[in-house]
């Protein structure tokens, strides 16, 4: 058996018992649709031009779609596709130049609703207490005008109630009633990570990480896990990069610091482990360990989004970001590409399906 086979047989085998559940009648089988079983990857396209869009893959491979949306719905997606959420059958794709989020069936990619009111320069949207949560920027030279924008998930429209956040949230993560929004800073930078309190639609507590913190998880035992990428040299006041784990009980960090010339990102957790990608390559770290890697596991990458899962890696090359991206599978049990898939303009965000 070959490695491309044994790779796919068992991501197959893992989702498969992830997707089921028993209940009173028995196995609940996993969704159908023409772009189930397989993983959905978000393009910003060119900026200005109105070419996001959103490929689908099949998880052996073998099935690849572009344009998917434009496909079925006959309408191009709009501008910069910055990230997609889910919330039971519904995907929600946010598109930050047209200040609008399109709701589909994430199977069959059919649309539900558009929502234009209320976004403005919209990033990363989260689920929590039955609502969606929506991080905007406003104008990114602003530091007053930040704010999450609600939305009702039973008819898919932006509330009234917005929450006002520092400057610059980015990526967003829901845990039960609470959300955790890193701040990379807009077009500046900044160094926090707000506490949103879903029952109230306040922030409850801001907690200090590293500078520009650029992505962040949950692990198993509920520790919210950040990475900061430091100030780039061009500010002229570079910092080093920084990788924190926070108690979410309590709130408190502690972090680990990278060289000052060192700016990682797209931090992942897989099986207790910690990826993180940096200067072209993915470095794996134990959850529980106290010094950062001194190796890196893969070498020789252009990653521009990365996503690992049950120790496959699936990268995302955005190229020379005007001409087709691709999809990079490597298998981390032997360190070995497994696959390259050609794919849209500027691919940012993986997701499983």
């Known amino acids: 058996m070959n490695t491309k086979t044994l790779v796919f047989l068992l991501l197959c085998l893992s989702l498969f018992f992830a997707s089921c559940t028993n209940d009173d009648d028995g196995i609940i089988a996993q969704p159908s649709g023409d772009y189930a079983n397989g993983l959905l990857i978000s393009h910003e396209g060119n900026f200005g031009q109105g070419n996001a869009s959103v490929s689908y893959v099949s998880y052996d491979f073998q099935t690849v779609e572009n344009n998917v949306f434009s496909n079925v719905n006959g309408t191009p997606l709009g501008d910069s596709a910055q990230s997609i959420a889910f919330d039971g059958d519904l995907a929600y794709i946010v598109l930050n130049v047209s200040n609008k989020i399109e709701v ?41 005008d930040d704010y999450l924008a609600v939305i009702d998930l039973s008819n898919n429209a932006i509330t009234s109630q917005v929450i006002s956040v520092e400057e610059g949230p980015e990526k967003i993560v829901g845990d039960g009633n609470r959300l955790y929004v890193a701040h990379q800073g807009g077009f500046s930078q900044n160094n926090i990570v707000s506490v949103i309190d879903a029952m109230s639609n306040s922030v409850s507590a801001t907690i200090e990480v590293g500078d520009v913190p650029n992505s962040m998880q949950l692990d198993a035992a509920g520790n919210l896990w950040v990475l900061s990428g430091g100030k780039p040299a061009y500010t002229n006041d570079e910092t080093a990069g920084k990788i924190s784990k926070i108690n979410t009980n309590t709130n408190t960090v502690t972090s680990l610091d990278f060289a000052m010339t060192e700016h990682p990102n797209l931090l992942n957790i897989d099986n207790g482990q910690v990826y993180y990608y ?12 106290i ?63």
Do not use: H
């Open 104 to 144: 589909v069936n994430r199977y069959s990619f059919e649309s539900v609703a558009t929502i234009t009111s209320g976004l403005n320069n919209p990033r990363y949207m989260a689920i929590a207490n039955g609502k969606g949560y929506v991080t905007n920027w406003g104008d990114g030279g602003d530091a007053t």
């Open 278 to 289: 940096l200067a072209g390559s993915v470095y794996k770290m134990d959850a529980t360990a």
């Open 291 to 353: 010094a950062l890697p001194t190796s890196a596991q893969l070498t020789g990458l252009n990653f521009y989004g990365m996503l690992v899962e049950n120790e496959i890696v699936y990268g995302l090359d955005a190229v020379d970001f005007s001409s087709n991206g691709s999809l990079n599978v490597y298998d981390l049990n032997t360190n070995t590409e497994v696959e390259s898939i050609e794919l849209n303009i500027i691919p940012g965000e993986v997701y499983l399906n």
